[in-house]
């Protein structure tokens, strides 16, 4: 899954099917018995990965998710980050700009430059983070619909912006600036990968996946007991 979604030079956005399901042969139904398989295995390497923390193995994950407004963020951080035990997981989120933030360039509040960015990632990467960078790709159609329904249903109007029409208006020069910023971004030691996100279920299941090979490449081990085991027993049955 992580080399078909890989945004590899000579990369274009404007190439990619928003609608495709590149490496999952499914419908809507069969997904979601296949998410929640993929959950099980995922919470027992996150598990895994905590419990080596608490060991003193210091190697992380980090997700980060880009996407337009409706593209589908909220659904994977609950439906796939939100399979794992929270103890593990820090989340945070870059919210509308404050006054000071839009007094500077819009990379300021993460970055001045393309270049200090990926010299953050590598100093990340070699202190031991796995990093996965996931762009959830909609179409514009997509995106129309999904704010067509915030706006019949009452339950979905907390969800909805005016400001939505606003950024939706400057379609291109966001669809610009995100293939820029993958361009100068991408790296071996964090790479870039643009997630088709059309179909809700493909979204998840393809991100779940791109975690679980992250994980698995960390190969996280239980921490060996720093006690004696069989004397814990043997005191645990006298009591």
Request: aromatic share 8%; with cysteine.
């Amino acid at each position: 899954m992580d080399e078909l979604l890989r945004a590899r030079a000579p990369f274009r956005l404007e190439a990619v099917d928003c609608s495709a399901t590149p490496g999952i042969a499914a419908d809507k139904e069969r997904a979601e018995q296949l998410l929640a398989e993929g959950a099980e295995h995922l919470s027992h390497l996150q598990e895994k990965l905590f419990a080596a923390s608490r060991g003193g193995d210091t190697r992380r994950v980090l997700l980060v998710l880009q996407a337009m407004d409706t593209a589908g963020k909220g659904g994977i951080v609950r439906h796939v980050v939100g399979a794992v035990d929270p103890q593990g997981v820090q989340l945070a989120a870059f919210k509308k700009p404050t006054d000071e933030e839009l007094a500077h360039h819009f990379l300021w509040r993460i970055e001045q430059r393309y270049g200090e960015i990926v010299d953050f990632e590598r100093r990340l990467a070699d202190d031991g983070v796995s990093i996965v960078k996931v762009m959830l790709h909609i179409s514009r159609d997509e995106q129309k619909e999904r704010l067509h329904e915030r706006l019949e249903r009452p339950d979905k109007h907390w969800k909805y912006r005016p400001g939505d029409i606003d950024e939706r208006m400057l379609w291109d020069d966001y669809q610009a600036a995100y293939q820029l910023a993958i361009e100068r971004t991408d790296a071996d030691h964090a790479p870039w990968f643009v997630v088709p996100a059309n179909h809700k279920w493909y979204a998840r299941l393809a991100v779940q996946s791109l975690l679980i090979t992250a994980l698995e490449r960390i190969d996280p081990q239980w921490p060996v007991a720093d006690f004696d085991v069989e004397v814990e027993k043997a005191r645990l049955a006298a009591t």
